[in-house]
């Protein structure tokens, strides 16, 4: 995966059509947000939901010479550090250094009227069945998808929104009611015992509301937190994402495990009365091309 040049890896040199290609328009401008990584929309490819993760600024081993990397993901899975090899625990392709940003940002090929594009080819799906069998699979090739990725230089929208239980539910699933930021409606939703791909954790998302569901010509591009008030201590807990293209939902399967959510000197659940925090800035839009 990479954007075309000689620096590339060989998969995906001009002779290859990537099955996805993403365009970031205004890339100084997103470089300037200081966000580690934004991540693109979903593309659909053999059965599977992917996106891609651009890091402007990765550094190796932590340190050193910060460098433009990406990330290939399948959506909707727990999200683990693998390799190339895709199963369903393991979702994450190792990070691909592409090239050191001073560079890129100097170059008058890989960046082009302040624009990159970045691109994906997946050639060959590897299955592993529970049995631990394998089920190679070759497929036919389709067009390649293309998003488009509008970062703000100014006047970002930001929300907040807190969320108040004073009798905490052991149902399945829960929502907080709809509030409304930018011109859309959200809601937060939570599986106080844990999502189906959770292990142990309550479960968090940020949601699109059902009736407000972004066409493709107006994906958010966001980044967001959620966090549940300690109560008793003031030392919230708090996950926060990089930027990402807001389609439906996001959020974190396992969010907290549920015996430290529910110990009683962590001030998370106090009484049955539980409370979550959003907060999120909207620093862009997003597109089918």
Not at 41 to 46: M, V
Not at 84 to 111: A, G, H, M, R, W
Not at 112 to 128: A, N, P, Q
Not at 235 to 258: A, C, E, S
Request: aromatic share 12%; charged share 20%; glycine share 8%.
């Amino acid at each position: 995966m990479g954007n075309s040049g000689s620096r590339v890896p060989a998969l995906l040199r001009k002779t290859h059509v990537p099955d996805f290609e993403w365009k970031i328009h205004d890339f100084l401008a997103l470089v300037e947000t200081k966000a580690t990584s934004v991540i693109s929309g979903p593309f659909d490819n053999s059965g599977y939901k992917w996106c891609l993760e651009v890091s402007p600024m990765h550094k190796k081993f932590g340190g050193g010479t910060p460098y433009v990397a990406l990330n290939l993901m399948i959506c909707g899975y727990p999200l683990k550090q693998a390799s190339y090899n895709f199963d369903f625990y393991n979702v994450y392709s190792k990070k691909e250094c592409l090239i050191p940003l001073q560079e890129l940002l100097k170059s008058s090929t890989f960046l082009v009227d302040d624009s990159c594009v970045f691109g994906v080819e997946i050639l060959k799906i590897d299955v592993s069945t529970p049995e631990k069998l394998m089920i190679a699979g070759l497929f036919e090739k389709k067009p390649t998808t293309v998003q488009n990725l509008f970062v703000q230089k100014k006047g970002f929208i930001k929300g907040t929104y807190t969320w108040t239980m004073n009798n905490f539910p052991e149902s399945e699933f829960v929502r907080s009611t709809t509030f409304e930021v930018g011109g859309h409606k959200w809601y937060i939703g939570m599986y106080p015992r844990g999502h189906k791909c959770s292990t142990d954790c309550l479960s968090l998302f940020l949601c699109l509301d059902a009736s407000n569901e972004l066409p493709l010509e107006s994906w958010s591009v966001a980044e967001m937190s959620l966090s549940i008030q300690d109560q008793k201590n003031g030392k919230h807990f708090t996950r926060t994402t990089g930027l990402l293209v807001f389609t439906k939902d996001w959020g974190w399967p396992d969010f907290i495990p549920l015996n430290k959510f529910k110990d009683p000197s962590g001030g998370y659940l106090v009484e049955l009365n539980c409370v979550v925090k959003a907060d999120f800035t909207i620093v862009g839009s997003s597109n089918d091309g």
